[in-house]
C-alpha cells in the first residue's frame, strides 16, 4: 500500500482528496492533479447514469483491451446527450479547460465492473491532448500517479461519486496514472471499497489531430 515505510506523506490540506510522497510533488501539482469532490449533485449524477444505462447494457464486459490497459470494462463513446446532461459537461468544460483549447467532440465512458481496474498508463498524444477531465459515478475509488522516471514520487486521488478529476502538464504527461483493483484500493490507511464505477471523461483536441476524427481508439482514464 502506498504511504508505507519512510515516505513522507501528505496530505492536500484544501480537500483532503490528494495525497503525495512529498509536499515538493504536492506543490508541483497542485494546479495540474486536481479534484473537485461534490462537483456532481445527485441528481446529477442520476441523470447521467440513467442517461448512459441503455447504451452500456447493451455491451458485455470485456477483459482484453487493445493496449492491455483495463481490465473488466465495457466502454462507449458519446456525441449527443440530453439538455440536462449537455449543461452538466458544459460546467466541466468550464471547470477543466481553457478558452483556448478544444474538446474533442467524442465522450468517452467507461464502466469499470466491481473487479475491473485501470493499469499504469500514460494516454498517447495521438489520442488526447494536454487535459483530461472525469466525472465519476456510483462507487468511489483510488487513482494513483507515479512518475514515469522517479517512481518515488507519486499522487493518490481520492475519486469520490459525483467528484471531478483533472490531469493537465506535468501530471498528464510525466506521471502515469491507473485505478486501483479492489483488493489494492486503499488511500493512505483508508480501505476504499470498490464497486461497479462509470467514468464520463472529457479530454482536449490533440495538436495534430483535426476536428472530430471520429473511430479513433480512446485511452483509458
Known amino acids: 500500500m502506498a504511504g508505507g515505510g519512510r515516505l513522507a506523506v501528505r496530505t492536500l490540506a484544501k480537500c483532503g482528496c490528494?495525497?503525495?510522497?512529498?509536499?515538493?510533488?504536492?506543490?508541483?501539482?497542485?494546479?495540474?492533479?486536481?479534484?473537485?469532490?461534490?462537483?456532481?449533485?445527485?441528481?446529477?449524477?442520476?441523470?447521467?447514469t440513467r442517461e448512459l444505462e441503455p447504451q452500456l447494457r447493451r455491451r458485455r464486459y470485456e477483459y482484453d483491451h487493445w493496449d492491455a490497459a483495463i481490465h473488466g470494462f465495457r466502454e462507449t463513446e458519446k456525441s449527443r446527450w440530453s439538455d440536462a446532461s449537455q449543461a452538466i459537461l458544459q460546467r466541466v468544460q468550464a471547470a477543466a479547460f481553457g478558452p483556448d483549447q478544444t474538446l474533442l467532440s467524442l465522450v468517452h465512458v467507461l464502466d469499470l465492473e466491481p473487479r475491473g481496474y485501470i493499469k499504469p498508463h500514460v494516454d498517447s498524444v495521438k489520442f488526447c491532448g494536454s487535459t483530461i477531465a472525469g466525472l465519476s459515478l456510483l462507487s468511489p475509488s483510488v487513482m494513483k500517479l507515479v512518475?514515469?522516471?522517479?517512481?518515488?514520487?507519486?499522487?493518490?486521488?481520492?475519486?469520490?461519486?459525483?467528484?471531478?478529476?483533472?490531469?493537465?502538464?506535468?501530471?498528464?504527461?510525466?506521471?502515469?496514472?491507473?485505478?486501483?483493483?479492489?483488493?489494492?484500493?486503499?488511500?493512505?490507511?483508508?480501505?476504499?471499497?470498490?464497486?461497479?464505477?462509470?467514468?464520463?471523461?472529457?479530454?482536449?483536441?490533440?495538436?495534430?489531430?483535426?476536428?472530430?476524427?471520429?473511430?479513433?481508439?480512446?485511452?483509458?482514464?
Open 147 to 221: 512518475h514515469t522516471q522517479e517512481p518515488e514520487q507519486w499522487l493518490e486521488l481520492l475519486l469520490e461519486p459525483g467528484s471531478l478529476y483533472i490531469l493537465r502538464g506535468s501530471a498528464r504527461y510525466d506521471f502515469s496514472h491507473e485505478i486501483l483493483r479492489d483488493e489494492e484500493s486503499f488511500f493512505g490507511e483508508r480501505r476504499v471499497p470498490r464497486g461497479r464505477r462509470i467514468s464520463v471523461i472529457c479530454r482536449s483536441l490533440p495538436e495534430s489531430m483535426g476536428p472530430g476524427r471520429p473511430g479513433e481508439p480512446p485511452p483509458a482514464c
Open 18 to 48: 490528494i495525497r503525495g510522497s512529498d509536499p515538493a510533488v504536492l506543490s508541483r501539482l497542485r494546479d495540474e492533479a486536481v479534484v473537485r469532490p461534490g462537483f456532481l449533485s445527485q441528481a446529477e449524477e442520476d441523470t447521467l
